[in-house]
């Protein structure tokens, strides 16, 4: 008999002849019906495999308790595995236990392996971590490839030994050099992530690979993420899809997952969300975080399946409690702003730190806007900043250009445009929008960097581009105003438009703008009312000004001049320098108020402050007429002066009216004659008016009546009154 079991194990293993398991069978059963002991356990694994034999696995158990009960460890251990698995009998860890301790007796390497895993585990005994190293020892003294393999894990964590990476890695190698995928794959990932080895991705896909020829399924997973991000191999994202499908179809969850995102990207196969989803929920249901978190993003985003952010939550809060760190953040999230659960901020700030402290960037940038506003902890603008500048320096784009925002703005650090810019430029490299953004208005206004309206253009095309509507407004704006470009109402408005469809306040009053007076548009005064409307319920406080002037006038609106008042009451307190002045005009005419000149210096002056022109020449007039304030001539030139060198016609004509009639400088006709020049070419009435008359006396310019007559034509043309009569008296 024992002839007849070798011959069969030769054809069983392929040894000197053929592999034949059918012969091997045969062989097996002539050796077994003379009372072989060794062939009762072959038969028995070929019948468990159905090699050579119809599967039956119960068959396999009651060959293996024949040889088991005879005393043979092999045999001991295939029972032991049988109750252990629940392979032909029910799973019974106690049962298992006992004949693996059996076998573990005669020292039989895969019992002792198999019988520490149990009391690792926990398994049919009672926990026994010091108990499971002896065991694993013993085994792998034996040369017993899974039992170093073990071993190595428990010398990595530190599983009832003290932790030693460096003899992990050696165990792994032992084991990994006799074949053991596991260890082959365990190795290959010390070489990955640098576990007690110098980082080396060329050796971790070597032993990646090794591990997958025999298909170990987390090799395969692991030798896909390499060919997916380009990790010791040329980059196939085609390759790393088959690796993901393999080690998918074998129920690797990771691989599960990472088709998925496949999937759902189109990285080397179609774009299909529902397939993403369906491998997503699929890992999710088997209590992979990582797919969890997907798959609460696609709910939240309503990627493939519609938005419900309460189904967001629920697979977000699966995986957090695994302490997965995105899924965490986005949690977090979900608490800040009150997506399917009730806004807890202090529970945001507790989800973002513990995300934060895992090391995940995005929640250190979250963490440190809720210190920068003080959601859910004591407002800290230097902590904010020290956050933002730990995420920046990790390369995180919202990091960068936040860090760049506190240097814009001083916030938390002294204002340095130098610094915000190179923060700027940093996340906008990465095409992040708000910081293109940014960038494209330093280069635009010179803030940090050498002024550039090309550059500045470029990076606000590239925003809007991106949608994102500051930047699309911003463009619009520069098509507006021919700043880097041709000036172009049409391009305005198509950028307008796009950003006001997307709820962008300031862009919605521009529309409006353009409405009101038909630029880029045919006018119309009910479209511009219904804009600024939008925009001032939305809290734009230039829309709510210029609502307040349609108010005002009766344009698209019936005529309200206290409802005027209030709006631009409204937008002058928000600090808006042109409603201020209205504001004060309002006061100093006795627009929807009583006339109140206290009141109109006051605006006026907050107007000015702001370098308002027209709130600058206002508040000459008040100086120089002792309106809301002691007169003061001199300080009334002074405005006049800053406003005119503004650009305001105004300004222009009053300074040049201070130099024809010595108020608060010595008489000057010929600089009046000039300041009114200035005005008179952008076409005021008053300044025509009175450069007629200089004409007309041949004041600071030799007289000239048929000059006169052509000014005081243009004037009277425009209105002006004293104009009309001045034309009657020359013309007789």
Known sequence: PRAMFLLGECYDRGYGVEQNYDRAVKLYQLAADKEYTSAFCSLGLCYELGQGVEEDKAKAVELYRWAAERGMPRAQCNLGFCYYTGIGVEEDEAEA??????????????????????????????????????????????????????????YELGTGVEMDKAKAVELYRQAAERGDARAQCNLGYCYYTGIGVEEDNEQAFQWFAKSAEDGYARAIQLLGECYDRGYGVEPDVEKAVQLYQQASDKGNVPGMCA????????????????????????????????????????????????????????????????????????????????????????????????????????????????????????????????????????????????????????????????????????????????????????????????????????????????????????????????????????????????????????????????????YGVAKNIQKAVELYQEAHASGNPSATCSLGLCYELGMGVQEDKARAVELYRQAAERGLSRAQCNLGFCFYEGIGVVVDYDQAFYWFRQSAEQGNYRG?????????????????????????????????????????????????????????????????????????????????????????????REYYQQAADKGYQSAQEALQRLNG
């Not at 005669?106 to 398994?123: D, S, V």
């Not at 013993?138 to 170093?148: C, D, I, Q, T, V």
């Not at 105004?650 to 608060?664: E, R």
């Open 616 to 708: 600058l020449c206002m508040l000459g007039l008040c100086y120089e007429l002792g309106r809301g304030v002691m007169e003061d001539t001199q300080k009334a030139v002074q405005y006049y002066r800053q406003a005119a060198a503004g650009g305001s016609v105004a300004g222009m004509c009053n300074l040049g009216y201070c130099y024809y009639t010595g108020i608060g400088v010595d008489v000057d006709e010929a600089e009046a004659v000039q300041w009114f020049q200035k005005a008179a070419d952008c076409g005021q009435p008053r300044a025509l008016f009175l450069l007629g008359e200089c004409y007309e006396n041949g004041s600071g310019v030799p007289e000239n009546l048929d000059k006169a």
């Open 259 to 518: 088709l998925g995102l496949c999937y759902e990207l189109g990285r080397g196969i179609q774009e299909d969300k529902d397939k993403a989803r369906e491998l997503y929920l699929k890992a999710a249901e088997r209590g992979y975080p990582r797919a969890q978190c997907n798959l609460g993003f696609f709910y939240y985003q309503g990627i493939g399946v519609k938005e419900d952010d309460q189904e967001a939550v629920k697979w977000f809060q699966k995986a957090a409690g695994q302490d997965y760190p995105r899924a965490m953040q986005l949690l977090g999230e979900c608490y800040e702003n009150g997506y399917g659960v009730e806004k807890d901020l202090t529970k945001a700030v507790e989800l973002y730190t513990k995300a934060h402290q895992a090391g995940y960037v995005p929640a250190t940038c979250a963490l440190g806007v809720c210190y920068e506003y003080g959601d859910g902890v004591e407002r800290d603008l230097s902590k904010a900043v020290e956050l933002y500048r730990q995420a920046a320096e990790q390369g995180y784009p919202r990091g960068q250009c936040n860090l760049g925002y506190c240097y814009y703005q001083g916030v938390g650090v002294a204002e340095d445009d130098g610094e915000a810019a190179k923060w700027f430029a940093r996340a906008a490299e990465q095409e992040y929008p708000r910081a293109m953004c940014l960038l494209a208005e330093c280069y635009e206004d010179g803030n940090g960097l050498e002024k550039d309206t090309d550059k500045a253009l470029m990076w606000y095309r590239k925003a809007a581009e991106e949608g994102y509507p500051p930047a699309q407004c911003s463009l619009g704006v520069c098509y507006y105003q021919g700043i880097g470009v041709e000036e172009d109402n049409d391009q305005a408005v198509y950028w307008f438009e796009k950003a006001a469809a997307r709820g962008y306040p300031r862009a919605v009053q521009l529309l409006g703008e353009c409405y009101e007076n038909g």
């Open 97 to 154: 236990v006992r004949w693996f301790e059996k076998a573990a007796e005669e020292e039989y390497p895969r019992a002792m392996q198999l019988l520490a895993e149990c009391y690792e585990n926990g398994y049919g005994v009672e926990k026994n971590i010091d108990k499971a190293v002896e065991l694993y020892v013993k085994s792998s003294e034996s040369g017993y490839p899974p039992a170093l393999c073990n071993l190595g894990l428990c």
